[in-house]
C-alpha cells in the first residue's frame, strides 16, 4: 500500500517562499513519476510540477522560474520550492505518485499568499 503524506504548507506574504515536502511509503519501487497539483476553491486540480524517477522535469507555465520540484532517494521525498509566491498561487497542494496505471494522492496542504 501506497501512502504520501504533504507537508510545509502555511500562509505566506506575497514575494514569500515556501517548500512543500512529500513523503512517500510502502511499496513505490516502480514508480515511474511524482508531482504536484493544486486546486483552488471552484478550480479543478491543476499540474503544477512532475519529476521522473531519472530526474526529468516539467512544470505549468504559471510557475516556469519561480517554482522548483527535486527528490531525494534515500528520505523518499519529493519537494516543490516555491519562490516569489504571488496570491493566485494560492491552493490546496496534493501530492501525487505513479505506478504503471495507478495513481495515488496525499491528503494535500494548504498554501495561502495574502498580505
Known amino acids: 500500500q501506497v501512502r504520501l503524506v504533504e507537508s510545509g504548507g502555511g500562509m505566506v506574504q506575497p514575494g514569500g517562499s515556501l517548500r512543500l515536502s512529500c513523503a512517500a511509503s510502502g511499496s513505490i519501487s516502480r514508480f515511474y513519476r511524482m508531482g504536484w497539483y493544486r486546486q483552488a476553491p471552484g478550480k479543478q486540480r491543476e499540474l503544477v510540477a512532475t519529476i521522473t524517477r531519472g530526474g526529468s522535469t516539467d512544470y505549468a507555465d504559471s510557475v516556469k522560474g519561480r517554482f522548483t520540484i527535486s527528490g531525494d532517494n534515500a528520505k523518499n521525498t519529493v519537494y516543490l520550492q516555491m519562490n516569489s509566491l504571488k496570491a493566485e498561487d494560492t491552493a490546496v497542494y496534493y501530492c501525487?505518485?505513479?505506478?504503471?496505471?495507478?495513481?495515488?494522492w496525499g491528503q494535500g496542504t494548504q498554501v495561502t499568499v495574502s498580505s
Open positions: 501525487n505518485l505513479a505506478i504503471i496505471l495507478v495513481d495515488y
